[in-house]
């Protein structure tokens, strides 16, 4: 194509239009919540990227409710979360890795508190002064309760009742990628013009097991099992993995967008000595694993689907092990057989 030629494109706002045709029930709430995700990043993007002119690298001098160090651009994205969705009909209440508590919204009119949302701001901002990939993370469940206000129940389902889900990244370009169930799609932000345009449609993970991402520094705080596997992916010289390569990042939405291109397995599995997992089900665990999964590939906390666990708590953590389809199933076989 000769340079600055025209040609057709489509933006995510005449992608969701068009999806809204499809369902002649849709009046279009629904589409608006995946409007204004894309606006909330469109304002994320721009303060992370003049963050060193503006004075918002580094910590922010309190902890979250997760006790870890908030930074600056940590409390700015979350702030711009609430403020984009606070104020829609549709939306009953949110949740936030950085608040305590759900944020219910009072009913305005007669079709309020039909959905809440559920996000985690600014994923991998521990690591935003070195300039690597960040992104927000965000899940959408529809009310279940029959209640004037949503409560506790309403956000506390399972990952497989989730409507939505989807995650932007701002890297090098800033790329949407969501889900409603009906396979995975990314749009890239067009800087010039200021809008989305479908980029990557109906993305599927290649069959390939091109990359791990683990933590190595906890490698002997993994058990025998875990170990066994990622030494049979990294070491074994089998045909699959020959070519594999360790490609961790630490940013959560870098590490699985680029496992999600590519092909290959992300885990943080459970500390051996206490069961537990670090990685928060609602906000980061759920909405991947529901965008895996229409990708063709799968997430289990090596027991169980994790689009299956029956949370309990708002900031419930779990080991997440998320990617190609067989090498969650291996993991998962290595670990009922010890």
């Known amino acids: 194509m000769v340079s600055g030629e025209w040609r057709d494109f489509e933006t995510l706002e005449s992608y969701i239009a068009k999806e809204q ?74 949740a936030s890795e950085e608040e305590e508590d759900i944020m219910n919204l009072p009913p305005r009119t007669p079709e309020a508190n039909r959905y809440i949302i559920m996000f985690d701001p600014l994923d991998g901002s521990s690591n935003i002064d070195a300039n690597v990939s960040v992104g927000t993370i965000f899940s959408i469940h529809r009310c279940v309760s029959d209640k004037e206000q949503c409560d506790i129940n309403d956000f506390l389902q399972p990952g497989y009742k989730q409507i939505a889900a989807g995650y932007v990244i701002y890297g090098p370009s800033t790329m949407f990628v969501y889900t409603t169930g009906h396979g995975v799609h990314g749009f890239t932000l067009d800087p010039v013009i200021g809008e989305y345009v479908l980029s990557h449609e109906n993305i599927r993970i290649p069959n390939v097991c091109k990359c791990f991402s683990a933590n190595d520094t906890n490698y002997y705080k993994w058990d025998e099992p875990t170990r066994k596997f990622a030494d049979l992916i990294r070491y074994s010289g089998e045909d699959r993995y020959k070519n594999v390569t360790s490609r961790y990042i630490g940013s959560l939405v870098a590490d699985f967008h680029r496992n999600l291109l590519y092909g290959g397995i992300f885990m943080y599995p459970a500390n051996a000595k206490t069961g537990k997992g670090k990685l928060r089900l609602m906000y980061e665990a759920a909405p991947l694993a529901l965008i895996a999964e229409q990708a063709g590939g799968a997430a289990t906390t090596g027991t169980e689907r994790i689009l299956q666990v029956q949370p309990q708590e708002l900031h419930q953590r779990l080991p997440l092990i998320i990617g190609n389809t067989p090498e969650v199933e291996l993991y998962e076989k290595m670990l009922r057989e010890g």
Do not use: C, H, P
């Open 21 to 94: 045709q499809i369902y002649s029930e849709s009046r279009g709430v629904f589409s608006n919540l995946l409007r204004r995700v894309g606006i909330a990043s469109k304002v994320v993007v721009s303060k992370a990227q003049q963050a060193g002119l503006l004075g918002m690298l580094g910590a922010f001098g309190r902890e979250n409710v997760q006790g870890e160090q908030q930074q600056k651009l940590d409390v700015l994205a979350n702030e711009v979360m609430k403020d984009t969705f606070r104020w829609m009909d549709s939306v009953a209440g949110m």
